[in-house]
């Protein structure tokens, strides 16, 4: 019995298979997406990062952030709510439309709108809803929602797509979460000195963390008359000894630029989602009181 | 044509003794290699985990941080030791199965030189910064390019070897270790051109990463785990190997499943990918049963001896592998043990698999082939139950640890410190397997370099001898 011939083949064509489909057809389908456009403003999406964060990216890279962290919103499902906005011209009919629908909402809670009429439903329900509040005249709004454990961890308000990498090489979605998920770390954070802060001692901003100090990254150095702008501010048994300040170094600080620059969180056609609406701008310059 | 007009090494096989005698000095640098990255990368993972123990530990020293000093490890023992181990297995394999001495003199050697040179600038580069950031080929791409050449010249020496071979029969195992001398050379290609040299864009990295790393640490390892366990177990045992259909079936679903799986559920690439990979997972179970069948028909349970032994705990490790690669694609639990500790465990059953089987090779075929039995041959036995222990401890905690992990991330009462806090224990709990495996590499280690020592003295007491007499009979001429 000599298989040579038959196994040389078999292995060929199964390594060749694999490439194919785990190498060439992703490259294919997902390698040559073009930008996105945000669902909500045409922009296009993602842009590319800062310069200073594109360093940090660097940083990332060489101390193995990924190693804890990943960079993955996982979305479970999608969820639906009918918002009543305006009552409209004809209030007895919204009242009847309410009441077939069953909603929670009566005629009571009409005079303080916006309201849900439905919270959490499927697709075929709100359409439902919202064709039963078309007929009334009334104004309403239907919003879609993300959910998932890491939704509701506040770790993003949709879930990961293809899209969100476009821009990354190398791309460190990670594959453990010893750490929180950071694909939206500038979205929770976006003050760079919390991230200073955080990269400095952790445990400082959140207590009882399990990340290690990146203390390398910054320099300790004699305070003089006045203490300088840059360095941190630290307090209790954090900061340093007296007569000595922390300085950031540009790496730190590239690092955090790079943290304050994660943030996927634009509506796509792939991943909808309804973003709160921003309170109005100010109708003057005046300064908001 | 008559058998005079043959050159006489197709038709006469070399001795035994012969065959190890070719394959002495390039196998005993492959291994003495590899011996030496096995207690490096068993250190630096003892060193990685410390940051568990004490966060702050590390906080000064940016080599240290666990970020760098993790991927070191992981490299110095895939490309450090099991590669260079699996590569000096399957030469000795294609040579002693073969019945032929191994091809192309000092080339393996060379090439064992140029493969640790790549490991040992790409290993500190790592250190300094320079990882690619890709799992599993963090090795910066001018060290990768050096571990290509090197494996292409191995490759190229094993399959000269075979093709010299004076029995013309192939036993099953060649056809496990012809399949791995072509398999890393193009994982390693496609991995350095898509990624480095023309990268490609987005997720579609993901997917190039994720496949080569499945290739190299299930299929590659297997192929060559799987070669030696099935020339070893029954070599060992005495007995006949049970089924040559069996093991070609082990052989196909081994590649084909094994090189389809590997993406992880629930990344953002298509559907169809982590469906497709998915199922492979599951498949791949089939290729444990047959395993687990074709040692059972062959020796029927009983355990073998001495460094057969090795090889019984690594078909152990490799079902519990596949098992729960499989378990952990199921639809469900997948999303439940996704991106946590879980994967690290399932990953440190595959090196417990392949470690064990080029363990026990290396204690089997080191003696044979330098003459000079184990100076300490009590450390073998020592070794075979610390490394046992070590990776069972490390695999359990993690994937104990890793499970309860995902209960908790999913329950989002709990807060992420609290999540991050739980896997604390699993973790300072496989410190302590890393601190069995280290105390194994080292014993492996000692026993490795006083043999060679012993060797090398021996050698150099010979010559010395054989000078004198050359001087003597000179002198006697005079």
Known sequence: ??????????????????????????????????????????????????????????????????????????????????VLNEVGTNPPAVIAALQTLKAKLDAAGLSALPQPVVISVDNAT????????????????????????????????????????LQDHPVMIGSQRLGPDLANAGVRAPDLNWHLKHL?????????????????????????????????????????????????????????????????????????????????????????? | MSDSSLPSNSSVAPSQSDIDASCRVPLLALFSGAALWLLVSAVAALLASMSFHKPDMFADCMWMSYGRILPFAKTTFLYGFCLPAGYGLALWLAARLGKTTLACGVTPTLATKLWNLGVFIGSFGILCGASTGYEGLELPVYAAWL????????????LVTVHNRTERELYPSLWFIIAGFFWFPWILSTAILTLDVAPVRGLAQVAVQSWYLQNLQYVMLGLFGLGAAFYFIPKLAGKDLHSK?????????????????GIA???????????????????????????????????????????????????FFFVLAVFAAGIGALPGISQRIGLTLFATGKAQLLAGFFGMAALGGIYHVVPKITDV??????????????????????????????WAQGAKLAHTAVPFVDVAKSTLMPIRMASLGELLWLLGSLVFAVNVFTLIYQ????????????????????????
Not at chain 1, 10 to 23: D, Q, T, Y
Not at chain 1, 224 to 241: C, H, I, Q
Not at chain 2, 147 to 158: M, Y
Not at chain 2, 304 to 311: D, L, S, V, Y
């Open chain 2, 373 to 402: 039995k184990w100076p300490f041959a009590g450390f073998v036995r020592a070794h075979m139950w610390l490394a046992a222990l070590g990776v069972l401890l490390i695999a359990g905690s993690f994937i104990v640890g890793g």
């Open chain 2, 147 to 158: 571990l290509f050449v090197a494996a292409v010249l191995l490759g190229f020496v094993g």
């Open chain 2, 245 to 261: 259909y069996l093991v070609l079936f082990v052989f196909f679903t081994l590649i084909l499943f094994g090189s389809w799986s």
């Open chain 1, 1 to 82: 019995m000599n298989y040579g011939a038959l196994v040389f083949l078999a292995g060929f064509l199964a390594l060749a298979s694999s490439w194919m489909g785990m190498v060439l057809v992703p490259q294919l389908q997902v390698g040559r997406q073009e930008l996105a456009t945000n669902a909500v403003t045409a922009a296009l999406y993602p842009s590319r990062r800062p310069g200073l964060a594109e360093q940090g990216a660097e940083v990332y890279r060489a101390n193995g952030c990924a190693a804890c962290h990943s960079q993955q919103v996982r979305q479970t499902g999608t969820v639906f709510d009918v």
């Open chain 2, 455 to 478: 060797r090398a003295r021996a050698c150099l007491k010979d010559s010395i001898a054989e000078g004198a007499t050359s001087l003597r009979t000179s002198e006697v001429k005079a």
């Open chain 2, 265 to 315: 559920p629930g990344t953002p690439l298509p559907a169809w990918m982590i469906a497709v990979s998915s199922i492979a997972a599951v498949f791949s179970v089939i290729t444990g049963l047959a395993v687990i069948e074709s040692v059972r028909r062959t020796c029927s349970w009983k355990p073998a001896e001495g460094e057969g032994k090795f090889f019984s705990i690594s078909i």
């Open chain 1, 200 to 289: 400095y001692a952790p445990a400082s901003i959140v207590p009882g963390s399990t990340m290690p100090a990146y203390r390398f990254l910054f320099e300790k150095r004699k305070a003089g008359r006045t203490p300088s702008p840059n360095a941190l501010k630290l307090e209790g048994a954090f900061a340093p000894e007296a007569g000595y300040e922390i300085i950031p170094t540009e790496k730190a600080i590239a690092l955090a630029a790079y943290l304050q620059s994660l943030r996927s969180d634009a509506p796509l056609f792939e991943a909808p989602y309804t973003a709160p609406t921003p309170p109005p701008a100010p109708a003057t310059n005046a300064p908001a009181k």
């Open chain 1, 126 to 165: 709100a359409e439902e809803t919202a064709k039963a509040l078309k007929s009334t005249g009334a104004k309403y709004e239907v919003r879609v929602r993300a959910t998932g454990p890491d939704i509701e961890r506040a770790w993003g308000m949709r879930g990961s797509v293809a899209q969100d990498y």
